[in-house]
């Protein structure tokens, strides 16, 4: 892998790009770190610090922001839940789903409602966390050297610029670095999290020697649970395909054999950030509203029984819901009819429509269910013992942050063996 890396740095466009990349992230968390304007830090870190679970949660997926009221404190949750209402408008709304069959024009149509829906959302919960925090739970009390409503408006005005700066940033990274930008964003997100976390985990237990060994085991299970993680992520379920011979001139074409590449979790991480997003949403409701029953309700859906059955349910959901979005079964067998392809044993046409239908159904299944336990077990034991370390390392963390390091890593791959290096999957 290290001769990997070195090849690609060696390679002028490449090495642009990851430093790009880098230069970017970077940024990110500086911006994590910046107040807004007329907090009382270590006031606000005081208050902070006894909330409840489904806070916590949003603290880690903006790696911190939230928990320092910093100007990305509304991190990237706002424009994943826009992603999520456009993904499934297109199937609700007529117009929505024509332009995603438009190709790259109406792509840019719905990428342009999402930004809008965002700075929307972005305005939400900036105007809840506010109210949240200047109420008796939390009891801050801002700058009083002005106005208190312009202050009020300079702090909103604050986190949505924040918010519509870290979307800028994502696209920025996905159009002239490496790998997708929002995905990047909540891995550093995550993993930004993980030295604090694991000075918790030391600190856990009076008897240092018990909790440095406990640390130890839980990042030994860790390490290996990763080739299994990695092991599934890269499975695939292939469907042969073979073509007949036809006589083009005076030349034999065809005749040979291939076949498609299903993936068990084609998805990939979408299904538990989107499921994350789900989850954690009546926290942000929670957050605008600021109410008892609504607050108790949010705590009651991060954590518990009823989180671990919904996060299943959620995961194995958009599993099914996005792999039936990226692939087409109708467009995949009319491709194969087009170029004189058949599957053994299937006739062409309805058939074999119906033949990708099953396998892709029979596939998503065992893969939705291994990345939900995958994201639900962690959880439990957090649940039992309360260590911060299971949570930064939970399930949900581990499958994002593998997830999106393969994504990277394959997009590296695609641009050194464009140059006619290896990659790191040899």
């Not at 030391?202 to 299970?221: K, P, R």
């Amino acid at each position: 892998m290290l001769s990997s890396i070195l090849d690609a740095l060696k390679v002028p466009e490449l090495r642009k790009k990851i430093l790009f990349t880098l230069a970017i992230l970077a940024l990110y968390r500086f911006g994590a770190y910046v107040p807004v304007p007329g907090i009382p830090f270590h006031e606000f870190a005081t208050a902070f610090s006894d909330t409840g679970v489904a806070m916590t949660m949003l603290d880690l997926f903006t790696g911190g922001a939230l928990s320092n009221f910093s100007v990305f404190s509304l991190g990237i949750m706002p424009y994943i839940t826009a992603s999520i209402i456009m993904q499934l408008m297109q199937g609700v709304i007529p117009a929505v789903g024509r332009w995603a069959r438009e190709g790259d024009a109406g792509r840019r149509k719905i990428t342009q409602v999402t930004r809008y829906l965002t700075l929307g959302l972005g305005l939400i919960n900036a105007i809840g966390y506010l109210l949240l925090f200047k109420s008796p739970a939390y009891g801050v009390v801002f700058s009083t050297e002005v106005p208190e409503l312009l202050t009020d408006v300079i702090i909103v005005f604050t986190l949505v610029a924040g918010t519509a700066f870290i979307m800028w940033m994502g696209e920025l990274i996905t159009q002239r670095g490496i790998g997708n930008g929002m995905s990047l964003i909540i891995f550093v997100s995550i993993v930004s999290r993980v030295p604090s976390a694991i000075f918790s985990s030391v600190n856990l237990t009076a008897d240092l020697g018990m909790g440095i060994a406990l640390t130890i085991l839980i990042v030994a299970v860790v390490l290996v649970c990763i080739p299994l993680i990695i092991f599934v992520e890269r499975a695939q379920r292939r469907i042969p395909v073979n073509y007949a011979k036809r006589v083009q001139g005076r030349k034999m074409m065809g005749g040979q054999s291939t076949y498609i590449p299903l993936k068990v979790n084609a998805a990939g991480v979408i299904p538990i950030i989107f499921a994350s997003c789900i989850i954690y949403f009546p926290a942000q409701l929670a957050a605008i509203f600021n109410v008892d029953w609504l607050t108790g309700f949010a705590d009651a859906v991060s954590t518990g029984w009823i989180n671990w059955i919904l996060t299943i349910l959620l995961i194995v959901f958009f599993a099914y819901f996005y792999t039936s979005m990226v692939f087409n079964p109708e467009e995949t067998a009319d491709n194969i009819r087009k170029q004189g392809g058949f599957i053994p044993g299937v006739r062409p046409g309805t058939a074999t429509v119906t033949y990708i239908k099953n396998v892709i159904n029979r596939v998503t299944l065992p893969g939705g269910l291994f990345i939900a336990c995958i994201a639900v077990v962690p959880t439990i034991i957090f649940f039992f013992t309360g260590n911060q370390l299971i949570q930064a390392f939970g399930g949900t963390s581990i499958l994002i942050m593998i997830g999106v390091a393969l994504d990277t890593m394959s997009k590296i791959e695609s641009q050194l063996k464009m140059h006619n290096y290896d990659g790191f999957f040899k």
